[in-house]
Nanobody, 126 residues
Framework: QVQLVESGGGLVQAGGSLRLSCAASGRTFSNYVMGWFRQAPGKEREFVAALSRSGGSTVYADSVKGRFTISRDNAKNTVYLQMNSLKPEDTAVYYC???????????????????WGQGTQVTVSS
């Protein structure tokens, strides 16, 4: 089992940047596909980005392609989400998630992930 703790959220103006971090417990972090999701008030949780175990394969939602970058440092048990050119519509609670299925490629759907963090709020003002 793995525990996930997000950090780095906050309030930023449109066009600005934030870097989210997700620290994972346990010694098998490199065995997990990692993903980021977000949920705005009144909306369903939606996929943002995912990253393979080695970090060599990434998947992004169309809405964030070219603006967000997911990365990981397996030595530090941490996954990151660099968010640039932020827009008001990026405002949401951001969650990191871990997929324990060693055979699955990075997925873009909620049910692919087994473990979730508590979330960190990102607010983008116009």
């Amino acid at each position: 089992q793995v525990q996930l703790v997000e950090s780095g959220g906050g309030l930023v103006q449109a066009g600005g940047s934030l870097r989210l971090s997700c620290a994972a417990s346990g010694r098998t972090f490199s065995n997990y596909v990692m993903g980021w999701f977000r949920q705005a008030p009144g909306k369903e949780r939606e996929f943002v980005a995912a990253l393979s175990r080695s970090g060599g394969s990434t998947v992004y939602a169309d809405s964030v392609k070219g603006r967000f970058t997911i990365s990981r440092d397996n030595a530090k048990n941490t996954v990151y989400l660099q968010m640039n050119s932020l827009k008001p519509e990026d405002t949401a609670v951001y969650y990191c998630a871990a997929d324990k299925d060693i055979w699955r490629r990075p997925g873009d759907y909620v049910s692919a992930y087994d473990y979730w963090g508590q979330g960190t709020q990102v607010t983008v003002s116009s």
